[in-house]
């Protein structure tokens, strides 16, 4: 199995940034593809973000193209999301996920397999 736990989120200003972190167990953290999701109330999870087990290739939401960085350190077990310019329509519950049925970067939310417990951001304007 794998866990994943996500921090680094908070309370932040319009125009600020946050660094998102998410620490995963086992040893086999590099063959994962990964990404970031969120959810705000009332709402569908959404793909934020999505990169390769090697890093090499990434992929992201429309709303945050040119705003937020995914990258990974695969010594460390850990994904990171940097998120800068961020918007008051960024809050949401932001998480982590693991897919490990393939190697090819996926947007939906069925096709990832371990899923962090989420951390809460929230931009005031």
């Known amino acids: 199995q794998v866990q994943l736990v996500e921090s680094g989120g908070g309370l932040v200003q319009a125009g600020g940034s946050l660094r998102l972190s998410c620490a995963a167990s086992?040893?086999?953290?590099?063959?994962?593809?990964m990404g970031w999701f969120r959810q705000a109330p009332g709402k569908e999870r959404e793909f934020v973000a999505g990169i390769t087990g090697s890093g090499g290739i990434t992929k992201y939401a429309d709303s945050v193209k040119g705003r937020f960085t995914i990258s990974r350190d695969n010594a460390k077990n850990t994904v990171y999301l940097q998120m800068n310019s961020l918007k008051p329509e960024d809050t949401a519950v932001y998480y982590c996920?693991?897919?490990?049925?393939?190697?090819?970067?996926?947007?939906?939310?069925?096709?990832?397999?371990?899923w962090g417990q989420g951390t809460q951001v929230t931009v005031s304007s």
């Open positions: 086992g040893r086999t953290f590099s063959m994962y593809p």
């Open positions: 996920a693991a897919r490990i049925r393939g190697f090819v970067l996926q947007s939906l939310v069925s096709l990832y397999d371990y």
